[in-house]
Structure formats: C-alpha cells, structure tokens
C-alpha cells in the first residue's frame, strides 16, 4: 500500500527531476551561474528523494515513477521555455499517466 505522502514524494521527486533540466536548458542560454546551480541543486534533491522513496518502495514502482519526469518536463517546456508541444507528445503524455496510475495504484 502507498500512503499520500509517499505519492507526494514521488511527485516532488519527479518535479525536482525536471526542474534540474529546466535549470540546465536555462544556463545554456544565458550562461548565468545560478542557472546552473539551481539546475544542480534540483538534480541532487530528486537524487536525495529517490533514496528517500527506495527506503520505503519496492524498486519497481520508484524507478518507472521517474517517468513522470517527462511529463513534467514537456509541461515547463511548453510554459518556461515557450516551445511547441504537439498534438502526439500530449498523447504521450497521457500514456505515460496511464501507465503510472497501472504501476502506483
């Protein structure tokens, strides 16, 4: 059984995961060192949460969660970054959900 908090876990996990790439993606266009330490700062926390999650989870639920990360990612790429996100990654989007709630719930 998953209780909420591990779930809210896995989603600050996964929010942290692509953050850290948005930070990157930053720093590569404006090469300023926050950008980059932000990046890195958001990258070791998703690190620091997974083990976290491993503690209690079974592998095979946390490591295929990471899958959320995309979905994450498209949404800031869509938002942050002002990038064209078309019609077959929200379907892929909506996949990876389905399979996430198979896996989760």
């Given at each position: 059984?998953?209780?909420s908090?591990?779930?809210?876990?896995?989603?600050a996990?996964?929010?942290?995961?692509?953050?850290g790439?948005?930070?990157?993606?930053?720093?590569?266009?404006?090469?300023?060192?926050?950008?980059v330490?932000?990046?890195?700062?958001?990258?070791?926390?998703g690190?620091?949460?997974?083990i976290?999650?491993?503690?209690?989870?079974?592998?095979?639920?946390?490591?295929?969660?990471?899958?959320?990360?995309?979905?994450?990612?498209?949404?800031?790429a869509?938002?942050?970054?002002?990038?064209?996100?078309?019609?077959l990654?929200?379907?892929?989007?909506?996949?990876?959900?389905g399979?996430?709630c198979l896996?989760?719930?």
């Amino acid at each position: 059984m998953i209780d909420s908090w591990m779930i809210a876990v896995l989603i600050a996990m996964t929010l942290c995961g692509a953050m850290g790439g948005a930070g990157l993606k930053a720093y590569a266009t404006s090469r300023k060192k926050l950008h980059v330490l932000m990046g890195l700062g958001f990258y070791g926390t998703g690190a620091l949460l997974n083990i976290v999650l491993l503690k209690f989870l079974p592998l095979t639920v946390v490591l295929p969660a990471n899958a959320l990360t995309y979905v994450w990612t498209l949404i800031i790429a869509r938002f942050a970054f002002k990038e064209t996100v078309g019609p077959l990654r929200w379907i892929g989007v909506a996949c990876i959900m389905g399979g996430l709630c198979l896996l989760v719930f």
